[in-house]
């Protein structure tokens, strides 16, 4: 790699050749404020909070499209930059609705921090407000314009990483805003609903639609009994939205804090994420032996689902008719776990504790209803857990480690996996290695699959008979492996997709801000939660398997795909 | 050109077919492209811009930007008569505002409005620059100066 030596702030400072101004400095530990840059977007240069001043250069540069170059020298902190930079922030928030108290980001909020760290005491523009009614269409996400600072984030997370491009400026000067496709509400548009356009936007302006007060009025409720199932991937982050370190592993201090909060029982996401290997391992078996539709892919996804509905609808045969593990929870806890407890299904309420936004969307799907009411009443990010347990004083870190009920609280380290990219691929190839070649697997580590390529392939041989495998998480990289089938150009068997970049643990409901370490760190929690867990092949699950003796049958009985299984619906790319 | 899976299969705009395609493998042809769609259409339907962007592999929420920041473009049908009522300081000393209500009162439509059957657009303007004549109003390329709220109805009557 070629470096170059540039000066900042009187400092011989040495950067890879190709780096910005801004990128030359962090790595020196120089600080540059910015709003508009996000360190895996494309620069924009659009907000000018990064300017700074470039010896030769006729005005202030913005550090974050500026390339370094060699004998450059620059000044981040001279009082011309210091005054340019305030002013930016000050027109911004001349007119911004001073909400704080109210928002949903206060304390977590970028522009806050900024006004805060630029010295801005008052502001000495006087805009007019907007007055954008807010968009409440959308089950997963509320849009907020007024608080928008048209920084076009959201926009490039939507269309660089998702490849769905639903958001767009619209109009131009004062008029300017971002809005879905021809101003519609979000509900009305190919939305995937994944919320990465809310892990990305500095303000209050994209948020995850909340169903806290649902849940504290379900629980204050004699009459319901309130169940709760807690994604994989929320076992290591719920932590990290309350202060802890990135990858802490809370398992035991999350059940505990649930209890507190007045759940009846805590169950667990892993055991219907072991449930959903059994259906959807058999699903590829059967396929493998009948020859088709292959490659069969996962389904687990509820964005990726509805992105494949909106855009490759062609390819609605290949995803695998299995519910994800969330719905299968909530279809088993309202018919088999009711009747054991003597319940009626509409007394039953299913909370869902996810690293996701598009898992509200998939709650309300209407087909999503096993027993003749919805599988789940009501879904819960991580942030909006963490939330909850604000509100109700609970000192997280201080609580004791406990336990999961059973039955629906048993699981294996198979069931942890799902919620990093390649999960849910390995979890599915233990058990179908086993079930196909009556053998017991050597190492039950297929890292081939694991780790954060955007799409990782491997070969598996089952016995003399390959199956050749693909994964991809975030939706640009899925298209390139959905493009290849669709061009018939692949010959895989089995593939994983996983909406958000790096699986579950990166999903849209996720702690923010959130970025690459982060997502390592919470991977790497996940396989540590599998390598400690006694169980660690779905179809070893004791619960899982007294489920198919007691009530079920067998995978893929008729009983299981009244229950487990779904169907698709083609819908608009616009 | 894949079909999408809206169900329109038909192609409803022929014109659109001959200017895609006398624009095939041109960059940069987005802007000319949509000049000539409007000036086929009068303005630019969305199901244009869906088709746009199939054709071009440019996302429609990036076409729609382009075709709301400049004000060249119209994105909804464009009434046959345009009609301008001048809000210059002239004008509006002599009671263009006037004029102006009467002519929304005639059509119930806004500036920025186009009847429902597709008469008459009014389009919100500054000045029109014949200040002698105020207050002015212009309907296509006609100017009708020394104007009074009752003259309103007659002159708007003049167009079919
Ligand atoms: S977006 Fe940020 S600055 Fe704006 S009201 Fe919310 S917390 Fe305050
Ligand atoms: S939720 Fe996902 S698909 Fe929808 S606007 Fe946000 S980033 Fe785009
Ligand atoms: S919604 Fe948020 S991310 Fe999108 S442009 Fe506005 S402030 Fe930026
Ligand atoms: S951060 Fe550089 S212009 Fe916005």
Known sequence: ?574 | MSACACGNTAPKYPELQEILSRHEGEKGSLIPILQEVQAAYGYIPEDVIKEISLALDIPATTIYGVATFYAQFHLKPRGRHVVRVCQGTACHVRGGARILAEVEKELGIKPGETTEDLRFSLEPVACLGCCGLAPVMMVDEDTHGRMTPDKVASVLARYE
């Open chain 1, 1 to 574: 790699m070629e470096t170059i030596t540039l000066t900042i702030d009187g400092r011989e400072v040495q950067a890879a050749k190709g780096m910005t101004v801004l990128e030359a400095a962090r790595a020196a530990g120089i600080k540059i404020p910015t709003l508009c840059y996000h360190p895996e977007l494309r620069p924009e240069g659009a907000c000018r909070l990064c300017v700074v001043e470039v010896k030769g250069a006729k005005s202030l540069v913005a550090s974050c499209v500026m390339p370094a170059s060699n004998g450059m020298e620059v000044y981040t902190n001279t009082p011309f930059v210091r005054e340019a930079r305030r002013t930016a922030l000050e027109l911004l928030l001349a007119n911004h609705p001073f909400e704080c108290l109210t928002c949903d980001r206060n304390g977590n909020c970028e522009l806050q921090t900024l006004a805060h760290d630029l010295g801005v005491r008052e502001v000495r523009y006087q805009g007019e407000k907007r007055n954008v009614p807010k968009d409440t269409s959308s089950p997963a996400l509320v849009r907020d314009p007024n608080k928008c600072i048209l920084c076009g984030r959201c926009v490039r997370m939507c269309g660089e990483v998702q490849n769905v491009n639903a958001l767009g400026y619209v109009g131009r000067g004062w008029d300017t805003l971002i809005l879905p496709l021809f101003n519609r509400n979000l509900a009305e548009v190919a939305c995937v609903a994944c919320g990465q356009c809310s892990t990305v936007c500095p303000t209050g302006a994209i948020t995850e639609k909340s169903y806290v007060d649902e849940v504290w009025k379900a629980l204050g409720d004699p009459k319901k009994h309130v169940v709760v199932q807690t994604a994989p991937a929320t076992r290591v982050s719920v932590g990290e939205a309350l202060g802890m370190a990135p990858g802490s592993i809370v398992t035991g201090k999350m059940v505990a804090a649930l209890r507190r909060l007045g759940f009846d029982r805590v169950f667990d996401t892993d055991f219907s994420a072991d449930l959903t290997i059994m259906e959807e391992g058999h699903e590829l078996i059967e396929r493998l032996k009948e020859g088709g539709p292959l490659p069969l892919i996962t389904s687990c996804s509820p964005g990726w689902v509805k992105y494949c509905e909106h855009f490759y609808p062609e390819l609605l045969p290949h995803v695998s008719t299995c519910k994800s593990p969330q719905q299968m929870f909530g279809a088993v806890a309202k018919t088999y776990y009711a009747e054991k407890m003597g319940l009626k299904p509409e007394d039953v309420y299913v909370v869902s504790i996810m690293p996701c936004t598009a898992k509200k969307f998939e709650a309300q799907r209407p087909e999503m209803t096993a027993s003749g009411v919805p599988d789940v009443d009501a879904v819960l990010t991580t942030r909006e857990l963490a939330r909850m347990l604000k509100e109700a004083g609970i000192d997280f870190e201080g609580l004791p480690e406990e336990e999961y009920d059973a039955p629906l609280g048993i699981s294996t380290g198979a069931g942890a996996i799902f919620g990093a990219t390649g999960g849910v691929m390995e979890a599915a190839l233990r058990t179908v290695y086993e079930v196909v070649t009556g053998k017991t697997l050597e190492s039950l580590d297929f890292t081939a699959v694991r780790g954060l390529d955007g799409v990782k392939e491997a070969s598996v041989d089952l016995d003399g008979k390959t199956v050749k495998v693909a994964v991809a998480h975030g939706l640009a990289n899925a298209k390139k492996v959905l493009d290849r089938i669709k061009a018939g150009e692949a010959d895989w068997q089995f593939v994983e997709i996983m909406c958000c970049p790096g699986g579950c643990i990166g999903g849209g409901g996720q702690p923010i801000p959130v970025d690459r370490e982060k997502r390592a760190a919470r991977i790497k929690a996940i396989y540590e939660v599998d390598a400690s867990m006694p169980l660690r092949k779905s179809h070893e699950n004791p619960a899982v398997q007294t489920l198919y003796k007691e009530y079920l049958g067998a995978p893929l009985s008729e009983k299981a795909h009244e229950l487990l299984h779904t169907h698709y619906t083609p819908r608009s790319r616009f």
